[in-house]
């Protein structure tokens, strides 16, 4: 297949490199000058675009995803598919798509689950929003980006469905650690915490999978001296489209709310910038009886 990939950065480079390998005729475009092993470079998204049958976005924001939409969706071909693999608030990728299908494209967004390991890998889950007929076209190149593509609905479900498994999940981290830090306190032995609540009702991805005490439990960001892994940074991004999408649509996501505050203290005025958002273990374990 003939394909553009526009935004070749932590997640879209090693990406567009696997579908290189699998045989498909790959042309990138990023602002910052990057030059990837069998990718050929474009000097603008609209000469990226020209011909391609899919064209796949990973891009930072929403803003930036409209903007990169507008120069890209007049120069592309009439029912070519639209793959939109950036983390944007929904409203946007709605929009973003309501446009590319008047122009007769395949519009998806499909937003990632697995972060740089997985992108590298080969091994993302895909959440995805839009009709079947573009899902189906795109299929086969979530099998070579991913291990899972999971059909959402509508456009803006794949959106939708990101947010709020990030909003559970970054509640779960801040009540694992939470959990972590009072039993600290209360002289239970960090082991012996995990031994019970991975077995038990406090079960979670966030203690089983991705424990946040070093030492414990399978290997993670946490034995890595909190070296992301998935950044705080990434984790308050998340929370606050969810915030974002909760207000537009008047959702009732009060915990939603407290985690993304938590986060925004802990990256914009803690040390949080840049470590795995499990790092929130150390913080709490830092916090006296007078602090928030
Ligand atoms: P990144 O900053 O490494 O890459 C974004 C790239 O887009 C950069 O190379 C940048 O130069 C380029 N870019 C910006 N504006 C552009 C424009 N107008 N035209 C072309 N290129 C442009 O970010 P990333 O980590 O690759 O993340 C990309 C997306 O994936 C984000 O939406 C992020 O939320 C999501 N995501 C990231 C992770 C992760 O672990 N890094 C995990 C899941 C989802």
Not at 55 to 82: S, W, Y
Request: aromatic content about 6%; glycine content about 12%.
């Amino acid at each position: 297949m003939k394909i553009a990939f526009i935004g070749l950065g932590n997640m879209g480079g090693p990406m567009a490199q696997n579908l290189a390998r699998a045989g498909h005729e790959v042309t990138g475009f990023d602002t910052a000058t990057v030059s990837l092993q069998g990718i050929t470079t474009a000097t603008s998204a609209t000469e990226a675009v020209a011909g391609a049958e899919v064209v796949i976005t990973m891009l930072p924001n929403g803003d930036i995803l409209r903007r990169v939409a507008d120069e890209a969706i007049p120069a592309m071909a009439a029912g070519a598919v639209f793959l939109d693999c950036s983390t944007v608030d929904v409203d946007s990728a709605r929009a973003v798509a309501e446009k590319a299908s008047a122009a007769g494209l395949l519009p998806l967004d499909a937003p990632v689950s697995g972060g740089v390991g997985g992108a590298q890998g080969g091994t993302l889950t895909f959440m995805v929003g839009g009709d079947e007929q573009g899902f189906e076209k795109a299929k086969p190149l979530f099998d070579i980006m991913g291990q899972k593509a999971v059909h959402c609905g509508a456009s803006g479900n794949g959106q939708a469905a990101k947010i709020c498994n990030n909003m559970i999940l970054g509640i779960t981290m801040i009540g694992t650690c939470e959990a972590f830090a009072l039993a600290d306190k209360l002289g239970l032995d960090r082991q012996a915490m995990f031994d019970v609540v991975s077995t038990s009702s406090g079960s979670s991805w966030s203690m089983n999978t991705y424990c946040p005490a070093p030492g414990v439990g399978p290997k993670s960001p946490a034995d890595n001296d909190y070296k992301p892994g998935f950044a705080a940074d990434l984790m308050l991004k998340d929370l606050r489209l969810a915030q974002d999408a909760a207000s537009s649509a008047d959702a009732d996501t009060p915990l939603g709310a407290a985690a993304m505050a938590l986060y925004a203290t802990f990256v914009e005025g803690e040390d949080g910038a840049g470590r795995d958002f499990s790092a929130m273990l150390p913080r709490f374990e830092k916090r006296g009886h007078d602090k928030g």
